[in-house]
């Protein structure tokens, strides 16, 4: 009689577990449909990352300016560049921030867009982190209060002196402008605005 009890707890224990644990299933049908709809948000986003770089590759190519899309987003390389150990921002840079804030407030107002801040070789790390996030702010600085673009929308992150970051590997000084830059990153396109009819 023990065992016969023994064995119908364990059963229904059993069956407890195999009920409850059907409650956490998905069915088919559902999980296809999840998925479908992940790709169509995978293909609206990768759309509107085409359709922004393509924008930008238009845009800029009277500038001295690299265009990459990497990863669904767009990275604008080397628009602006620095003197040696300072952070302001060049007028001949201007131009380009006030074409690429067009782009971005006209177009894409959801945009999420990453200035970094990069320096050459000179100086100690910290002091270069520093550095790299002073051009960096400069620059979203211009973006936001001349560009337009949305305050909650421009970060800024300094890579220093970075070895894996430098375009001039080790080089400071004269002849290091590359190295002391700022890029912009549009992390999300967002979905494009309509065009006006005005």
């Known amino acids: 009689m023990r065992s016969y009890r023994r064995f119908a707890v364990v059963s229904l224990g059993a069956l407890a577990v195999a009920i409850g644990g059907c409650q956490g299933y998905v069915k088919k049908a559902d999980f296809d449909s ?4 992940l790709r169509a948000s995978d293909q609206r986003q990768q759309q509107q990352i085409d359709s922004l770089s393509q924008q930008m590759q ?4 009277a500038y001295d300016a690299k265009i990459a899309q990497m ?13 040696f150990d300072k952070a ?3 007028d001949e840079d201007k131009p380009l921030l006030d074409d690429f804030a067009k782009v971005i407030a006209g177009n894409y107002p959801q945009a999420m867009v990453t200035v970094e801040g990069f320096a050459d070789a000179a100086g100690s790390s910290p002091y270069n982190l520093r550095l790299g996030r002073a051009r960096a702010q400069a620059v979203r600085d211009y973006l936001v209060n001349t560009g337009g673009l949305a305050a909650d929308h421009v970060r800024v992150v300094s890579y220093g002196k970075a070895e894996n970051r430098q375009v001039l590997k080790g080089k400071w000084g004269d002849g290091a402008e590359a190295n002391r830059r700022v890029t912009l990153v549009v992390d999300f396109a967002g979905t494009q605005a309509a065009p006006s009819n005005g």
């Open 88 to 90: 302001d921002l060049r």
């Open 71 to 83: 990863q669904g987003r767009v990275r604008v390389d080397a628009i602006s560049h620095f003197a």
């Open 34 to 37: 999840t998925v479908n709809e």
């Open 58 to 61: 238009q845009r800029f190519a």
